[in-house]
């Protein structure tokens, strides 16, 4: 069975961000880029189906510019196969990804289709349920299990109030939530036979896509500050102050 | 030496402000004590000022009536310096924890002795700077803490003591004086550097009460790496490896027993499924293509060696942490088992037959004890910690470990190394201090202190007695 895997390359989940002087976008300059935490549990559960037999092959897609390749190298530093860069230039939005996700699938074909269920940039959590929509196939989002049974998954998926399972038949979509696994760190002996590895790079157009902007991004702004907290005398102030200035009580 | 009278209480509640002096048992056994277990405090009285002048009117009060300070800072010594046995007053730094006047020409910032650590590198780096002294207590410990024990810790090999970051230093003398040393002068060539004493004197020598700290240029971008050793000295061949290449900015190692104590007590994944005696985690600043592959290639040349066994490298800022932490987990883990511990040094070219002689003989001593090694290797400095096992007297314990103590001591003296590299003396190494000073230098330091504290009521019977 082929694993498809998508990985995006985003802001580090530890680094403070800033908007830029003009407002115009976040500042990028010489910040710390890794891979999208949850495209991380991707990769990490594919390995785990290899490892387990379930998976013949990974294979490990991102869409981005040059950078994206050092994404896609962690990813076949943790176990996936090889690698494959669509290259578009800025940020795709979630619509033009699921398509040319769509377009890799086709050629592909793969049995199960690993996504992470949003990135921590855009926090869309949108292009897993589109791609869906567009190849036809079954989506199990959220996923904090998924158990591959002959043609069948059984994804256990964490919705308010519980987990709900849900069998999909193959080939199927999964995006993963944060419980699934806990990613290993690679390897240095893996790193390095990542370096190997096959990394072909395609453009939207090899996949019949035409990369088009919906949306303007009009102003980027840091959050209101919180102004400092009061540290009152005893509990009849902290009551009276509930009472006559919070108003809560 | 002072003869701990009852304290003056309405005195001292006079000069800080009422619900500032503590003797309630809780308080006295809190401020009491530092991180060690081995003294049980017995504080007369706690004060907490809040400015310079009320530290030097205490002062002045103490004095005349010949009762004993110690002054307390974060209380995380892992010396006993700031522990009051004897019926002390504790001088407690906690409330003069303003950062003021940061002067971004000078890259400098005045902060009150009670400054939290962590509070300092928050502050540089929302400045964009950066304040390179850390170790795991930096969240607790006080900047005058920092200074008085000359706090080392993760960085040192490429950022120095906490010596190295001290511009200028604000102390009250056991009289009461208020000597405002160096002023923040990069260059001061007028006489003894008075602040240079003060750096590391566990509070011997006064209160310190305000310092000038040098901010560094923030680090871009490090990497993280911990690798498999098969011995120790495999350790100090990969350090030399590695520091032929790059600029380490740190080079720590710890032990198997370490890392699985970790492991199973913090609930953090191992680094990688190989088991090796000992793991080095590196810390570098890598600019972009060029250092990652010499780095790769320094690994891979250790590894032809059989230097390194297995390793990994942080891909994000979240495994750097979680890399990290299994170093700096290491001493609270272990805290329960109320380890004694050992921080020898000596020079980094010795280090590799000076560790496999302490290992011959701690493991000869201590077939029983489980010993956690750890420590920062790359200033050829480690922590030996022998844990106490279950049941086995607290009083006891201690003694069988000061008597393997000297063994491990007479080695480090014959190398011409340190029985405490960073933690000072305290009460703690008071009794080993000969190991790695000569009686001369040490009738010195008794003069020096007189010099500052005539009356000796500053921290007595600590580093060394009168
Ligand atoms: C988990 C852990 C890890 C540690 N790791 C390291 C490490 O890597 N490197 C290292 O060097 N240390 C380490 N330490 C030891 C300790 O944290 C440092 O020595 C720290 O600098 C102590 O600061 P503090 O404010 O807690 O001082 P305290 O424990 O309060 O006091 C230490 C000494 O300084 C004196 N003192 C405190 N404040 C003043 C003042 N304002 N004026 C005069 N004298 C004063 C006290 O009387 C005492 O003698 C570690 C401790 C722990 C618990």
């Known amino acids: ?249 | 030496m002072a003869d701990n009278p009852c304290p003056p209480l309405a005195q001292l509640e006079a000069i800080v402000g009422a619900g500032r002096v503590f003797t309630d048992a809780d308080s006295l056994e809190h401020y009491g004590r530092d991180w060690t277990r081995f003294y049980p405090p017995a504080p007369c009285a706690v004060v907490l000022p809040g400015s310079i002048e009320e530290v030097q009117a205490i002062v002045h009060l103490a004095a005349a009536e010949n009762l004993a300070i110690v002054p307390s800072g974060g209380r995380t010594g892992l010396s006993a310096g700031g522990v009051a046995t004897r019926g002390e007053l504790v001088l407690a730094l906690d409330r003069m924890n303003r950062i003021e006047d940061f002067n971004p020409v000078d890259r400098t910032v005045r902060c009150g002795a009670g400054v939290v650590t962590e509070q300092l590198q928050q502050f540089a780096a929302d400045q964009g700077l950066f304040y390179p002294v850390d170790f795991a207590s930096s969240g607790s410990s006080q900047i005058g803490g920092n200074i008085s024990t000359n706090a080392g810790g993760i960085k040192v090999i490429r950022h120095g003591m906490t010596r190295d970051w001290v511009a200028g230093l604000k102390l009250v003398t056991g009289t009461g004086e208020l000597l405002d040393l160096n002023r923040g002068l990069v260059k001061n060539n007028t006489g003894y550097d008075l602040r240079h004493l003060v750096i590391g004197a566990e509070g011997t020598l006064g209160v310190v009460v305000e310092a000038t700290m040098q901010l560094d240029q923030a680090p871009k971008d490090l990497a993280v790496m911990v690798l498999g050793v098969p011995d120790m000295p495999a350790l100090m061949r990969v350090l030399g490896a590695f520091r032929e290449q790059l600029t380490l900015s740190a080079f720590e190692f710890f032990s198997e027993p370490a890392l699985a104590k970790v492991v199973a007590h913090q609930g953090l994944p191992r680094p990688f499924e190989t088991e090796a005696p000992y793991y080095a985690l590196l810390e570098f600043e890598q600019s972009g293509e060029v250092d990652m592959d010499a780095a790769m290639a320094v690994f891979e040349d250790c590894v032809g060696e059989g230097w390194v066994l297995d390793g990994t490298i942080s891909q994000s800022l979240t495994q750097a942490e979680n890399l990290w932490r299994l170093r700096e987990d290491i001493s609270e883990t272990i805290t329960p088992w109320t380890p004694y511990k050992n921080d020898i040094s000596t020079v980094i070219s010795k280090v590799p037959d000076f560790l496999d002689e302490v290992e011959a003989v701690v493991n000869a001593a201590y077939p029983d004890f489980e010993i956690i090694w750890f420590g920062h290797i790359g200033d050829g400095n480690v922590h030996l910690n022998i844990l106490k096992p279950e049941g086995l007297d607290i009083d006891l314990f201690r003694e069988q470990c000061g008597e393997v103590s000297k063994l491990v001591f007479d080695i480090v003296q014959r190398y011409g190394g340190s029985v405490s590299a960073e933690h000072g003396v305290g009460l703690l190494k008071k009794d080993y201090l000969q190991y790695s000073r000569s009686p001369a230098e040490i009738e010195i330091m008794r003069q020096i202190k007189r010099a500052f504290d005539p009356q000796g009521i500053m921290n007595p019977g600590k580093i060394f007695d009168l």
């Open chain 1, 1 to 249: 069975m082929k694993v498809l895997v998508a990985v995006k390359r985003v802001v580090d989940y530890n680094v403070k961000v800033r908007a830029k002087a003009d407002g115009s976008d976040v500042d990028l300059n010489n910040v710390k880029m890794a891979i999208n935490p949850f495209c991380e549990i991707a990769v990490e559960e594919a390995v785990r189906l290899k490892e387990k037999g379930v998976a013949t092959e990974v294979v490990v897609v991102s869409i981005g510019g040059k950078t994206c390749q050092e994404q896609i190298r962690t990813a076949l530093a943790l176990g996936a196969d090889r690698g494959i860069q669509v290259e578009v230039e800025g940020n795709a939005e979630p619509l033009v990804v699921a398509k040319l996700l769509k377009g890799v699938v086709e050629k592909e074909e793969p049995q199960l289709v690993i996504l992470g269920k949003q990135s921590i940039d855009g926090d869309n959590n949108q292009t897993g349920q589109m791609l869906g929509a567009l190849t036809g196939m079954g989506q199990g989002t959220f996923a904090s299990e998924v158990v591959v049974d002959g043609d069948k998954v059984n994804v256990t998926r964490e919705i308010d109030g519980g987990l709900q399972t849900v069998a999909l038949t193959l080939p199927a979509i999964v995006t993963t939530d944060l419980r699934l696994n806990e990613p290993r760190y690679a390897s240095l002996p893996n790193i390095m036979k990542a370096k190997k590895k096959p990394l072909d790079v395609l453009t939207p157009a090899d996949l019949g896509v035409e990369v088009k902007s919906h949306i303007t991004l009009l102003k980027v702004e840091p959050p209101a500050e919180r102004s400092a907290g009061i540290k009152v005398a005893d509990v009849d102030q902290l009551v009276d102050k509930l009472k006559n200035e919070a108003k809560v009580i």
